[in-house]
C-alpha cells in the first residue's frame, strides 16, 4: 500500500535564525498506521531483513513491509508456526533471511523465507523467577547474547540450540548483577551492572572494571562511583552514554568522554507538561545522538552538551504527538524508524541542501511575495505587517536583518496602514532603490544607500491595489493594478495609464527581446510594446490560433529564447515566441497537478513549478515530471496556507518558494538527489486465494502449477523506502504480451484463465528522472497442460476423428471398385453373351443370304438359328439388368424372378411343375453378386432339366430356416449318374457358384430316378 496523502506528515524545522535554540539539523518524519496497514499503533520494534524487507514487531504481532503494504506472516500452521503474540524484539541473526524475536517471555529464530519459527526454551536460566526483563544482543564476531538483567549474561550455543554461560567469549565477576550489554569499536565488551560499569577484552580474555584497570581506559576511569547503571551506548566517538538509576535516588544520565577528565551529568527536556518522564535509551544515527523514552524525544546538543527537544507537540503542521519512542533503526538507506506507542515514523535528516522556515515577525500576516536582495538576501512582503529581509550562507544558514525592515518604514504616514499591506517588490541595483507595490494604490520607493524611503500614491491608480511591479529593458517601471490599470513610470518620475485591461494583473513580465507581457487574472495574456504601450497580441480561451487554457494566469516566465510559459488556472500553456502559437501541457502529456500557481527557472534549464500537489520540476526536453514532497524536505499543500504561489531564484542560483505561512529555499541541482532504482523483488505470489512461498520459488528458480491453477497474482516492489513514491513499475508477461505494462493502482500483477504454457513475468522500476535499473527481475512460470492438453492427446484425438473420414474413404474405394468391378463384369458378360451371339447372328445372317440361292432348307435352319440366338441374347440381357438393380436384392424378389423364369421355360414344353415360396419373407436380402450366383445357379438346373432330362414334372422349393435359405429342385426325369457327368461344365459352374457364396451344393440322381439339386446357404 502506497503512503498516500492521507498519511499524517510532519516536518520539523529548525532555524538558525532562533539563537536561543541553535540545532543545525533539519528532520522529516512520515508517519505510517492503521489507516495504511499497520495492524497497531502501539510499534515496539523495527528491523531490517538482509533481502531488505523492514520486519515491524506491534503488541499485535508481526508483519513485514515493502514500503507499499504490510503483510501478516502467520501463514503456516503447525508446530513449526510462528506463535501469534505481540513482539517486543527483532534482531537479524547471522543468517540474513533468519531474525531473532523476542515475545514476551518467548524467544526464538524466525526464518523469513518459510515464514518457520524454532523456540529456544530458556526457562532453566530464570529459575525461581516467573517475569523477567531480557534482551538480545549480537557482537561484531557473529556471538548472540542473552542479556537478562539482574540474573546474567548467556551466549547462544548454535549446536546446542540454547543459551548458556560461556566464559571462554565473555567473562565477568558473579557479582556483577548485569543490566545492559554493548560493544566498541575496538571489539571489547560493555557491561552495565549494578556493580558499575565493567569491560570485557576478549582479546586479552580479562574483565576489568573501575578499580582494576591496568590498560588505564580513561572511560572506566570515569566510571568509578557510578553504580546501578541500567543502559548505556557508545557513539563513533568512543563516548560513552549512561543511565544511572539507584532505587533510593533520581535518574541521572551520564556522558563518558575519553578526552574529557571526568564524567558529566548531561539533562534532558521532556516533553512539556509530561507528569512522568524518563529518557530510557540513546544511540546514534546519521551522525546525532537521539535520545528517547518516556515522553521524551530529544538530540543531542553538541554545544551545550544536552540533550533537547526539537520539535512542537502541539504543531499539527510541524510537530508528532507520541508519548513514548520504543526504538530507532537505521536501514541500509540510511532511513531511520521510529518505533512508537502512536504508529511508525520514517525520519529523514536533510542536509544543507534546503531549508524550510517561516517568518515569525509577520504573526497573522500571510506572505504575499518573495524577491531576491543583492547581497544573499531574500525580501518577504506580508499583507499586514510590511517587510522582512532574511541573509542566507552558502550553507542556507539563515539569519534576519531587522534594521531593513525598520528603515523601510521609518517617517511612514501615520495611520495609513496600506503601505504594510505588501503584495510585490523589486530590487534596482543600479539605483540603489527598493520599490513595494502597496494596498490603495500606494507605493513605498526605498533608498538603500541614504536608508530611507518615499511614500507615493499616484493618483492614476485610482486607489487600486497594486498587485505587480516590472522594469522593462528601457529602464521604466511598470505597474499592474487590481483593477487592471497598466501604468507605466517614466523615468522622469512622472506616471501615465498606459492600458486598461479590466481584471487584476498578478504579474508582468519583461522577455529577453524587451517585449513585456501582462497576465490578467480573468482576461487572458497581453503581449504588450514595451516602447509604445500598445498591445501587440491577445491570448485568451478559445480564441483561434492564439488559444490558452484559460483567461485567469497565475504565473509566467520564459523557459529559453522561443518559449514562454504560462501557468493558467488549469493546466500549462507553452508559447512559441517566434511563431506565436500554443502549446497546452496537460494531464495527458504528463502533467502531475493540473493547477500550477508559480514558476521559475534554474540555471540548467528544468522548469520548477509550485502546485496544489507541492513543487514539481519539469525537464521539457525528455517531457519528465517530477513532484517533491516531505521525504524530500519540502511541505506538502496541505492546505491554502502552504500552496507555494510565490518564487525567485537568488544570486547563486538556488530558488525559493514561499507561501502565505512558510517558505523553503533550496539547491535546485542537490534536491532530492536522483537515484538508480534497486532491482525489484518479487514478494508475493498469491494462487488463487492461497499465498506461496516466494522464497522456495525463487530458490527453484520458477514455479511450476498444474493446468487448472491459472489465476495468480504477483506482487513486486524495490524496497526503496526512502523514494518509495516516487518509483514506477512496468510489467509484462512473456509467452501472453510483448509490451510493457504500467502499474497504476497497488504493486501488484493479476493474471486470470492463463492457457497451459511457458511464461516469464519480467518488471522493473523507473525513478522519477525516468531511469531504470539495469537488471529486469524476471519469474519462469510454467503451467502443465492436462493430459487431454498435451500435444500427444491432440494428436490421437485428430487421429480418430480422422479414422471415420478414413473408413468413409475406403469404403467408397471400395465401393467405386465394385462398380468398377460390376462395369467390368457386365462388359465382360456382354462380351461373352452379348457379343459371341451377335457375332454367330451376323455369321448365320450372312450363311442364309449366301444359301438363299441353293436351297430353302438350309437357309430356314440358319433363319432358326438366328431366332435362337437372338431369344438367348435377350435372355442374357435381361438377366444382367435383373442383377445390378438394387430393388432386387431381397429374397422375395429372387423368388419372384425364378417363378417367372420357370413359367417362361417350362411351359413352352408342357412340362408340369410347382413352384413353392410361400414362407420366403422380405427382409431376407442379398447382394447383387450373390443373387446373381443364385439365379444363375437355379437357371442352369432347369436348363439341364429341358435339355437331359426328359422329365414330365418339376417341383421347386424355396425355404427358409433362422439360419438357411434352401433352394430344392426336383424332377422325374432320366436322371444320371454324378460320378460319370462330373466333368459336364453345367454342374461344375453350378458348384462353383455355391463356393463362392458360401454355401453347399447337393446333387442326388441316378439312371431311371429323376434328379434332385439342394443348394444349402447361410443368412448373413
Known sequence: MMLKTSMLRYILLLFCFFPARLLAYEVIFTQISTSEGLSSNFVNCVAQSGDGYIWVGTRN???????????????????????ALPVDQILVSGNPKVLWLKMGQTIGLFHTGTYTFRKIDIRQLITGSEKFDFNIFRDSRGNTYLVVRNIGIFVYNAGK?????????????????PQALQEDRDGRLWVAGVTGLGCFDPKAHRFYTPDNNPLKLPLLAQARGLTYVTNLSIDRRGRIFLNTWPGYQNFYLYLLDPLADKPRRISYEPEKGASYHELINTIERRGIIWGFGERVFNIFDEDEKAFQMFYDPQSTHYGIRINHVYQLFEDRDGNIWVATDNGLYIASVLEDNIRNGSIPYFGEADITGVKRLSGKRILFTSWGNGVRALGYDRNLHIREFPELSEAVYRGAP???????????????????????????????????????????????????????????????????SHQGQLVRRRKNGSFELVQQLGNAIPKIFSDRKGQLWVATEGNGLFQVDAASGRVVRTYKEGAPGQHISTNHINDLIQLNDSLLVVACSANLDLINLRTGKVRQI???????????????????????????????????????????DRRDGLINASSNAYLMNRTAVLEDGNLVFSGERSFVIFKPGLLGHSFVPKKVAITDFKLFD????????????????RYNQNFISISFAALSYEQSNKLKYYYKLEGASKNWVRVENGQSANFASLAPGDYT??????????????????????????????????????IIALIPFYVIYRLRIRRLMEVQSIREKVARDLHDDVGSTLTSINILSEMARAKLGETEDTARDYLARISTNSSEMMESMDDIVWSIKPDNDNLLKIAARMREYTAVVLEPQHIDYTFNSREVVRNIRFDMEERRHIFLIFKEALNNILKYAQASRVDISLTHTASHVLLEIRDNGRGFDPLSESNGNGLSNMSRRAQLLKGSLYIKSSPGEGTMIRLELKIS
Not at 513491509?65 to 503456516?76: A, E, H, I, S, V
Not at 540450540?161 to 548483577?177: G, T
Not at 495609513?416 to 513605498?444: F, K, M, T
Open 761 to 798: 513475468f519480467m518488471v522493473r522500476a523507473q525513478n522519477s528522472d525516468g531511469i531504470f535499473f539495469t537488471d529486469i527481475t524476471a519469474l519462469p512460470i510454467r503451467i502443465t497442460p492436462a493430459f487431454w492438453q498435451t500435444w500427444w492427446f491432440l494428436a490421437l484425438v485428430v
Open 61 to 83: 504481532g508481526l508483519q513485514r513491509y515493502d514500503g507499499y503494504r504490510f503483510t501478516q506472516p502467520y501463514r503456516k500452521q503447525g508446530a513449526d508456526q510462528l506463535p
Open 586 to 628: 496537460t494531464a495527458y502529456e504528463g502533467l502531475p497537478q493540473r493547477v500550477v500557481i508559480s514558476l521559475q527557472t534554474d540555471g540548467e534549464g528544468y522548469l520548477w513549478m509550485g502546485t496544489i500537489g507541492g513543487i514539481c520540476r519539469y525537464d521539457l526536453k525528455n517531457n519528465i515530471f517530477r513532484m517533491y
Open 161 to 177: 540450540q540454547s543459551f548458556e554461560r560461556n566464559p571462554e567469549v565473555l567473562d565477568y565477576p558473579a557479582n556483577w548483577i
Open 690 to 705: 492461497q499465498y506461496l512461498s516466494t522464497d522456495s520459488i525463487l530458490r527453484e528458480g520458477g514455479v511450476n502449477l
Open 414 to 480: 501615520a495611520g495609513d496602514h496600506a503601505y504594510r499591506q505588501v503584495w510585490d517588490a523589486l530590487e534596482i541595483p543600479s539605483a540603489n532603490e527598493i520599490w513595494l507595490a502597496c494596498q490603495n494604490g500606494r507605493l513605498i520607493t526605498y533608498d538603500t544607500r541614504a536608508g530611507k524611503s518615499r511614500f507615493l500614491a499616484p493618483l492614476e491608480f485610482r486607489n487600486s491595489t497594486v498587485r505587480s511591479i516590472c522594469m522593462d529593458k528601457y529602464g521604466e517601471l511598470w505597474f499592474g
